[in-house]
Nanobody
């Protein structure tokens, strides 16, 4: 059984930075793809960033150059460093992992970008 717990959300002014963290509780961590999704009010959930076990990454076009996903296999964490935040980045951010065909989601953490 896998449990994902996010932290690090909050209120930030446009242009500011936040770092989200996701703690993985459960079985083997370093073999799996870890992702961050977000969902803004009235919108569908979208994939923001993905990191594979080998370290390769993918990003949503609108966050490229501003967000960086990273993982620490020893601590079993995956992080999302968000710089140059914009009001349109406001959303609930979710940590996601798929293991053995099962989808695991964190509870979400709110990020609000506003002056």
């Amino acid at each position: 059984q896998v449990q994902l717990v996010e932290s690090g959300g909050g209120l930030v002014q446009p242009g500011g930075s936040l770092k989200l963290s996701c703690q993985h509780y459960g079985s083997i961590f370093d073999m799996y793809v870890m992702s961050w999704y977000r969902q803004a009010p009235g919108k569908q959930r979208e994939l923001v960033a993905t990191m594979r076990g080998g370290g390769s990454t993918d990003y949503l076009d609108s966050v490229k150059g501003r967000f960086t996903i990273s993982r620490d296999n020893h601590l079993k964490t995956v992080s999302l460093q968000m710089n140059g935040l914009k009001p349109e980045d406001t959303a609930v951010y979710y940590c996601y992992e798929k293991q053995a065909g099962v989808d695991y989601w964190g509870q979400g953490t709110q990020v609000t970008v506003s002056s």
